[in-house]
Each structure stands twice: as C-alpha cells, then as structure tokens.
C-alpha cells in the first residue's frame, strides 16, 4: 500500500494528464460503441416504417375510392334492373313468338 502511495505521489503533472486523456479515451470509445448500437436499432426502425408506411393508403386515396364505390352502387341501382327488365321482356317476347 505504501509503495501505491509513494508512486502516485512522485508522479508529475505530465503523468496525471496522460491518464486523465486515457480515461476519457475509454469513456469516448464506450460512447461511441453505444451509439453505434443505437443507430443500428434506429436504421432497423427507420427500414421498417420504410417497407410499412409506402402500404398506407392515403386520405386523397380514400375520397377516391369512395367516389368510385358511389359511383359504382349508383350503377347498381340504376343499370342492373333496367337490364333485368330488358332481359325479361326479351324472353317474354321470345315465348309468344
């Protein structure tokens, strides 16, 4: 123990610097280690909202398609019993020739 203390006490101002710049050179390794895995977490995040948010469908997309899903029961309830109606007469047509 005296030998620790008699070496720390003989060590210069030159000594004290070179561990103090190796102690925050362990410290910015560790740092930069844990935003490495950071970024590596965050760059598998950003692929996923990549891949899923291209899918979403879109307020302009949903008005368009609700336009047309109109549209097309405006024809549903306006076309297919004319053509019913068509239909029938042709073959009543048909049965008394």
């Given at each position: 123990?005296?030998?620790?203390?008699?070496?720390?006490?003989?060590?210069?101002?030159?000594?004290?610097?070179?561990?103090?710049?190796?102690?925050?050179g362990?410290?910015?390794?560790?740092?930069?280690?844990?935003?490495?895995?950071?970024?590596?977490?965050?760059?598998?995040?950003?692929?996923?909202?990549?891949?899923?948010?291209?899918?979403?469908?879109?307020?302009?997309?949903?008005?368009?398609?609700?336009?047309?899903?109109?549209?097309?029961?405006?024809?549903?309830?306006?076309h297919?019993?004319?053509?019913?109606?068509?239909?029938?007469?042709?073959?009543?047509?048909?049965?008394?020739?």
């Amino acid at each position: 123990m005296e030998t620790i203390l008699c070496s720390i006490s003989n060590l210069k101002w030159q000594d004290w610097a070179a561990a103090v710049g190796i102690i925050f050179g362990i410290i910015t390794l560790l740092a930069y280690l844990d935003q490495r895995r950071a970024n590596k977490k965050q760059n598998t995040l950003i692929e996923f909202v990549k891949r899923h948010v291209d899918k979403e469908v879109t307020e302009e997309t949903i008005r368009k398609l609700d336009a047309q899903r109109e549209a097309l029961q405006r024809q549903v309830r306006e076309h297919i019993p004319a053509l019913a109606r068509s239909a029938v007469l042709r073959e009543q047509a048909e049965a008394h020739a």
